[in-house]
Each structure stands twice: as C-alpha cells, then as structure tokens.
C-alpha cells in the first residue's frame, strides 16, 4: 500500500517524534509539573489564555462562542481570529482539559510546547524529503524549532503556532518540483490553511510569501509559483470558515498604520549569531532590549560559516544554497526595511501596511536557515577523508564540548548570568570553535565512537539552545502559578464584591487607570467592560467614544467617574480601582459612589448609586427586568403603558436578530452605536439573539474543501513514485 510518506521514513519518522516528544519536555521542563517553577508572561498570559478561557467556557456550558460582550460593549468571537476557535489543534486542547473545572493556564503553555515540537518534527520531515541525511536534518530542524525566534515569540501564540507549519509548505513546494506534479502541493494548501487558522492573519502573510518567493527560486521558477498560489488560493477555501466572519469584522475595526521599524543599525545582525549580544538574563536591571531574540545557535553558526566556504571556493552543491539564500535575503529586506524602502512600498498597498509587522519576516528567515544549515552539514559531512582517526581522537572534543556545556549550565539558574556584548561574542566563539572540532573528528569517524560523538554534538546544541532561549526575560516570569490556578473569585479582590459583580453582571464593570485588571481578564469572570484592549475595535465604537473622552493609547480608554452621562451611556454601575488610584480619591468622598464591601483586598469596588441599566425604555418610562443573559440571547421582560423605542446597548452589528413575543422585529441604530427596536405598549417579551452571520456559509465551503483535499491526497498517494535522491528538487510543476 503506498502511502503519503517515504515507506522508508515511517518507522524512523516515529522515532523521530517520540525522541523530539522527550526533547521538548525535557526543554520546557521548569515550566511543567513536578519542576513546575516559572511560566510564560506577556501576551500568552494577558491576551490569549483569557480567550482561550472563554471559549472554554462556552463549549462547556453547549453553545459554541459566537459573541464576546466583555469589552467594547461587545465584539464577534467567531469574527475574532486570533481566538483560534477553527483551529483543529484548539479543539483537542480544549478536549484535554474538559475535565477541570477552570480551563488551566497550563494547558494553553503546552498548547505552546506542542507547537515547537510539531515544529520540529515538520521540518525534520521536510529536510529529510529533501534527501538529506539524518544529523543534518536533525540539526537544521532544530535551527528552526529550538532557535530565537520561535522561542522568543512563544509568548505571541498566534505566531508561534502559525510558523510551526511553514516546514509542511516548503515540503510540498519540493516534493510537487521533484516529481513534476501538482498534486504533492495539497501540503501547500493544508500548512497555508493551518497557519491562517491558528489566528495570526501577519504570520500567514509572510507564510505565503515566503512560500511564493522560494517556488520563485525553485527550478520549475514562474509555474512552480503560479501552482503555488493555487494552492495557497484552496487553503483559503479550506478555512473560509474564519475567512468570512473575519472579513466582517475587519470591515467594521478600526484600522492604523502597523508596518514600521526595522534595524537601527546593521550591528543589530548580531542577534542571530550571539546569543547574549544584548541583555537577555532575566534577573538583569539594565533597560529591556528593544530588538528580538533571534539566536540561530550553534549548527547554524557553523553551517553558515561553511556554506560561505563553499560558495567562495565553487566547491560541489554551492549552487544548492540560492534557493534558500535568496529567500532569505527577500525576508530581511522586509524585516530590516533600509531606509523604510519597505514601508514606501508596502504605502501603496493598505491592507498589508495596516496587517503586517516588519519583525514577521524574521520568520521566513528561520526556516531559511534550517535548510542552509541541514544543506551545508549535509555537504560537510558528506566529504569524508579517506583518513580515519582512532576512537581516542574523540576524547579532546568531546571534553571541549562537556566542559561549554557545563559552564552554560553553571551560569543558567535564575534567567541566567550570561556575559553581554562582547564577553557572549567570545563565550559564543569558544563554544562554536568546540562544536566545529567535534564536526571535524566525527567525519574522521565510524561505528559506535561517530554514534556517541553525534549524541554528544546533538546534546550541546540543544543545552546551548535550552540555557540561552528559556527562562529568559523575554518570555519567563519567575512565578510558579498562572492566572488560573487561583482560587474561584477575582485575584486581589474581597469574595462579596466579586460576587456583587457577578450578581449584576448585566451592568458594566469600569476599569480605573492604573487600579483596575486588564480589561480582557473580564473574559475570564463573565463580566463586561465597555473597555477594551483587542485589534478588533470597531471604528464607530471608537468614534463614540471619543465623545466622550481620549483615548490612552490606541485601544484603550478610561471612563471618568465625574461624568455621570457617560456611565449611564455605556451601562456602567461598578469601577475597579486601587487606593488612591485615578478616580479613587473622588469616589471615596462622592455621594454618589460606595464601596462594595470591606476595604480588605488589593481592588476596591465602588458602585454608582444612579446607574442605567444598558437596556430600557427610551423615555425611561416603563418597566424592563433580564429574563435570561447568555452572550448570545438577551431576553427581557418589559411593560410599557405607551410603548415606544426598547433600547439595547450592545453593539450593532450583522447578525443580530429581534422578536417581540415572537415576531421578527427589526433592529435599528441607537445613540450611533447600540441596538433598538420598536414595541407597542403593555406587556411583551423581548429577545435579542446573536448567530454569526456567515458561519453556516464559510462552514459549508471548508467542508467541500476538505473533501476535495482528500480527494487529491489520495490521487497523489497513487501516483506516488519512489524516494527522493539526496540533493535540491529538479524539475518544474507540470498537471
């Protein structure tokens, strides 16, 4: 029976993924239980898990989250990419925890973990497509999983899980120019949908062109890219079940300027050779630096030294490294983006100015990478001399290479103690030129003594990726708990406010200046904001905001407790603040403000005594009481002598519907912003219900598309010819 894989590669290809399986753990160890001791910071912990938390939530609770009415009074979570809620991966996290009685924190980390050894087993599986030998894939592989980038972005999940399936694209490129078929590019087509799903639409993007870009460079050149981005073209079928909902949102978000930045200066190329060139120890007080850890390490840092060898002496095969070469230099010139040429460029193309970030092309570069360094210890290790040295030879590099590692792990503990700038030039140097005398004993080796050098090789590369990529400022707190493993309530908060919050949780909740949580840890309580922190802002949202007051930053805003219209327009009746924080000092002396309870925890509530209700007669007259409160149904049960306007103050947006005792109402625009409807006078039930607009339409065409990528998985398994030849795809994409 053929199958998709080379036959020779399934059983190392499982051996290969329990191995990596163990790696991985052993990487992330401090991070997981029983050494449990650190955990991730930044983004994963502020801005994914309280979503992910959510979604959670819901799918326990047997509704699939469509809506989110905890910040910006409300915003589409089936709209909201980066909520990865059609990521297959997301699903089977979500499965794993259904157990717990709060989604952990700790599950979303090795959500993370997961990706980097996916990562690496992708690229293993690419490289060795390629007919490269195992070491080298090994090595090249751990470039682009293990290396800076991925590990420094972990905090950025969206991009982290996005570049994991770049390898399956760059694989599919290969394997559809070595047989001169396009069918092999289905795998194109599946990491392009994968890495658009797992909710960040800039990874895609460069994704695409990276892909684009390297078929450019492949052999068949302009057919090989034109079947190429027919692929990338199903992979947007395939996930049109984001791709609708998505459009819709970003039609109503408000949109600036993200493209920027780049290199202040060429030295910063640094970063990618030395691992410590800037301030990565985590216990350091000098300022945090401003550019990315992108260490490459070690195998790279040989691989590239000799590739320029080979390329500068015409040896054999230096032609194999313009391909990836090329790419890469496409991907600098983008991330470093000299004298912003880039960002002129891009000027005159909106969406992508206003979606991507110069440092996503870091991206491209890591894969690059791998294939160079696979490529050239592929071709150094290959060159064996006809001279063989004695097993004896291996003890000097060996020593050398045992004696950096421990010095790397002395010096590891507690974020590390690494020298900086040139003191981690000469300790990267000492430890290169140790790896570089192992590589060279280990061609002049055979039998059990090459086995036991190559272990070794692979274990300081790893111990030099662990020490200098984990545990680091740029992703470690050194706090052995995440946000979830707090008790039930609301972290620094006495448990009779948190309940009163709860109590009146179809009120808004405001968020005091520097007193109060992050406005999407709101997510996490079930409690809602008309604050916010999310790319998805809608634009009129916004301009009605800015009514009232500025914005801080540009997606965030605080309510003034002196300006009781505002409150009462966005339904506020809670403020979250700290002892004299902000709006403290004023709440505390005005009779129109008390404290929630006693004055024994870190947040202080207050409420305000002459709240509004988000919901009610326009005339205020009238009765109007919740009958149920579910993100997406609002029931209510109003009388009214006159009837008139009911006013709902929830966004207005496509796919919301209405009923007055049953029949369908229609909804009208209220203050600019919210809902209203028209109901005649007594006594009426009114229900307000929220159902993705085109959901059932992007469903239906991922679903076709999925049959059709098995249809074509399955021709391609038919035509299947033998195994690649070592060296770079020849041939072009012909049907």
């Known amino acids: 029976m053929k199958r998709v894989f080379p036959r020779a590669s399934i059983r190392e290809g499982v051996a290969v993924a329990a191995l990596a399986l163990a790696a991985t753990g052993a990487f992330f160890y401090e991070y997981l239980p029983p050494a449990r001791r650190v955990h991730l910071f930044s983004d994963i912990e502020g801005f994914h898990y309280p979503l992910a ?33 059609f990521y297959p991966p997301s699903w089977l996290m979500y499965a794993a925890s259904w157990r717990c009685a709060r989604f952990p924190f700790l599950a979303l ?8 050894w996916l990562a690496f087993l992708l690229c293993y599986g690419w490289l060795r497509s390629r007919g490269l030998d195992k070491l080298p894939s090994t090595f090249g592989a751990g470039v682009f999983a293990f290396g800076g980038y991925m590990v420094g972005q972990i905090v950025h999940l969206g991009a982290e899980t996005g570049l ?53 460079m492949s052999p068949g050149r302009l057919r090989t890219a034109a079947a190429v981005s027919g692929a990338i073209a199903g992979s947007i079928l395939l996930a049109m079940v984001q791709w609708l909902p998505a459009l819709t949102a970003r039609a109503h978000m408000f949109q600036e300027e993200r493209y920027g930045g780049g290199l202040d200066r060429w030295s910063d190329l640094l970063i990618f050779l030395v691992p410590n060139w800037y301030d990565f120890n985590r216990q350091s007080t000098a300022p945090i630096p401003s550019v990315l850890y992108l260490y490459l390490g070690l195998p790279a840092i040989f691989a590239l030294g000799w590739a320029a060898v080979a390329c500068l002496c015409r040896r054999g095969g230096a032609g ?22 880039m960002y002129r460029l891009l000027a005159h193309f ?8 110069s440092y996503n092309f870091y991206e491209g570069i890591a894969a690059m990478a791998a294939l160079v360094t696979a490529l050239a210890m592929n071709d150094y290790l290959s060159r064996a001399p006809s001279r063989k040295l004695g097993p004896w030879a291996v003890a000097v590099p060996a020593a050398a290479l045992v004696a950096c590692c421990a010095r790397e792990i002395r010096d590891f503990p507690h974020g590390g103690k690494f020298a900086v700038g040139i003191g981690s030039l000469i300790e990267t140097a000492a430890m290169a030129l140790a790896f570089a005398l192992a590589l060279w004993v280990l061609r002049r080796q055979s039998g059990a003594a090459r086995a036991g050098l190559a272990a070794l090789l692979v274990l300081s590369a790893g111990v030099d990726y662990k020490t200098r990529g984990t545990g680091r400022r740029f992703n470690t707190v050194d706090v052995g708990k995440g946000p979830s493993d707090q008790p039930g309530g609301i972290e620094g908060m006495n448990s009779a406010a948190s309940r009163a919050l709860w109590q009146n949780r179809h009120f808004r909740v405001a968020l005091d200046d520097g007193g109060g949580p992050y406005s ?5 309580w079930g409690l809602a904001t008309p604050q916010g922190f999310d790319p998805l802002l809608p634009l009129d949202y916004r301009r009605a905001v800015e009514r009232w007051t500025t914005f801080a ?18 339904g506020i009746r809670y403020f979250i603040t700290h002892e004299g924080v902000a709006n403290d000092p004023f709440m505390a002396r005005s009779p129109d403000y008390r404290m929630v309870a006693v004055d024994d925890s870190f947040y202080r509530v207050y409420e305000y005594l002459r709240a509004q209700a988000p919901f009610g007669w326009e005339d205020g007259k009238g009765e109007a009481r919740p009958a149920a409160w579910l993100p997406e149904r609002r029931e209510f049960r109003v009388r009214s002598e006159r009837g008139g306007r009911f006013c709902f103050a929830e966004r207005f947006y496509p796919g919301w519907r209405a009923t007055v005792d049953g029949r369908a109402a229609p909804i009208e625009r209220w203050n600019g912003v919210f809902q209203s409807i028209q109901a005649g006078p007594g006594e009426h039930t009114i229900v307000f219900r929220y159902r993705e607009k085109w959901l059932p339409s992007g469903g239906a065409v991922s679903l076709a598309a999925l049959a059709a990528l098995a249809l074509v998985v399955k021709a391609e398994r038919r035509r299947r010819p033998g195994p690649a030849a070592p060296g770079a795809p020849t041939g072009e994409v012909t049907a």
């Open 109 to 116: 980390e090795i959500f993370a973990f997961a990706h980097v």
């Open 164 to 216: 994991a399936w770049m390898p399956l694209g760059l694989w599919g490129v290969d394997e559809a120019v070595r047989r001169r078929d396009w069918r092999p590019l289905w795998r194109t087509a599946l990491a392009s949908a994968m890495s658009f799903l797992a909710g960040y639409p800039d990874t895609w993007i460069v994704f695409c062109a990276t892909v684009t870009v390297y078929a450019l």
């Open 350 to 357: 909106p969406v992508m100015e206003k979606t991507l970030q």
């Open 320 to 341: 194999g490294y313009a391909q990836p070469v090329a790419t890469a230099l496409f991907c600098l010139l983008f991330a470093a983006n000299p004298g912003f040429l």
């Open 53 to 85: 938390a959510y979604a959670f939530n819901s799918l326990e609770q047997g509704r699939v989250p469509q809506w989110d009415p905890s910040i910006y009074c409300g915003i589409t979570f089936a709209g909201n990419i980066q909520a990865a809620l």
């Open 553 to 570: 930053t540009n997606r965030t805003w605080f309510p003034d407790a002196k300006k009781p219209e505002m409150l009462r327009y966005f």
């Open 520 to 524: 999407t840890d709101l997510r996490r």
